[in-house]
């Protein structure tokens, strides 16, 4: 559904209500002074992906009572927000996919990834009087998936589940019929732990899934799942906890197996910035596409990715850059616990520390700026 984050509004009723709060009397400070970038106080558009857009709205909304700076925001799809930042109609888009080097090629004008929060993708099943989490590995999700394993009770199943009674049932495969960033993170993960799949259907926001039904949206897909015993599908981790969903423990490239829990979502993050920055050169032009599926290390859960918003500086000009990387340095460093209130994982904070101090470096915008 395509929804718009009107700030100026919320910045008013933000302004009243603030002044409600002081009891009438004029006196106190409900707002903190505003931080005006080299004197000048523009506002901005964006637009794109539709998961990260109520922790954006909560984003766009603290920052305007604390700043005056607006920022509107239509969340109309990953895709949508690739386009409109190419054709430099928004000052920034936002993404769960990132652009691949064909669309930044084409796009004639550098876009930098900024990863701004971590999701995953939950496997929810509809198997009734399991005692315990239903266990899968990679390599068997995908044969799932690929319609090589189709029955509960396949001796692969049953070996990683020896404590659960599985039915001998068939096992019925339930996917997104719209194309999603979601279908791509777990398109993202079956390619990188099965060449068949890898080879096959691969990865993508719009995939050509072998065997199944689809449901729109996570809605669509959970509606799917609860309607027929014996289903098993995929959805945003978010969704699944809002939702008190059944979720498979997948096991993660270390043999461990792992509930999609905030710590062990972030561990994947964490994993993979690590090896990042163990690499780096010191260069100032750091990739940060980076995709965070099958990630190593003892606590990470193996679907995960980060959502991106997309920068073009040379697009915008200086002092929208200048506005942007204010707010990116707020909200992923003084922007507390919004994101966690709202069920989603906020990058861990060495992370993105490193994170803000590579668009800082990038863009030639210091924190010493505001």
């Known amino acids: ?34 931080p005006v970038v080299n004197g000048v106080r523009v506002d901005l558009t964006g637009a794109g992906a539709t998961f990260p857009y109520p922790l954006y709205a909560r984003w766009f909304n603290e920052y305007a009572q604390q700043t005056n700076v607006r920022i509107n925001y239509q969340s109309i799809g990953s895709g949508g927000g690739i386009r409109q930042v190419v054709a430099r109609t928004v000052d920034f888009g936002a993404t769960d996919v990132p652009m691949s080097d064909e669309e930044l090629v084409s796009a004639n004008v550098k876009v930098l990834h900024i990863p701004t929060v971590i999701g995953a993708v939950a496997l929810t099943y509809n198997l009734p009087g399991l005692k315990h989490p239903l ?43 719209d194309g999603s960033g979601t279908s791509y993170i777990f398109s993202d993960y079956l390619a990188s732990v099965s060449p068949a799949w890898a080879s096959g259907p691969g990865r993508g926001k719009e995939v050509r899934w ?59 993050a964490t994993a993979v910035l690590d090896s990042v920055n163990a690499r780096a050169t010191g260069g100032t032009d750091a990739d940060l596409r980076l995709s965070i599926v099958n ?40 922007s507390g616990d919004i994101a966690s209130t709202l069920g989603y994982v906020p990058l861990p904070s060495d992370a993105a520390a490193r994170i803000v101090e590579r668009l800082e470096r990038v863009t030639n915008v210091p924190a010493s700026s505001r």
């Not at 910045?11 to 106190?28: E, F, I, K, M, P």
């Open 135 to 177: 266990r899968l590995s990679g390599e068997v999700i995908a044969d799932i998936f690929l319609g090589r394993v189709t029955r509960w009770n396949d001796p692969r199943i049953a070996a990683l589940n020896d404590d659960l009674a599985l039915p001998a049932a068939d096992i019925l495969v339930v996917h997104r019929a």
């Open 295 to 334: 990630a190593p290390g003892a606590q990470s859960y193996p679907i995960a990715s980060f959502t991106w918003m997309l920068l073009a500086p040379d697009a915008i000009g200086r002092a929208k850059t200048e506005q942007l990387v204010a707010f990116l340095r707020w909200a992923l460093l003084e």
């Open 210 to 268: 072998p065997v199944g039904i689809g449901g729109k949206g996570n809605e669509g897909v959970a509606g799917q799942v609860k309607q027929m015993i014996g289903a098993l599908g995929y959805l945003e981790v978010v969704y699944a906890r809002q939702n008190r969903l059944p979720v498979v423990h997948v096991r993660n490239r270390e043999g461990r197996f792992i509930s999609p829990m905030p710590f062990e979502i972030a561990s994947a």
């Open 1 to 34: 559904m395509r929804r718009t984050v009107l700030v100026g509004a919320v910045l008013l009723s933000g302004v009243l209500l603030a002044n409600c709060n002081r009891g009438g009397d004029g006196s106190g400070e409900a707002r903190t002074s505003a």
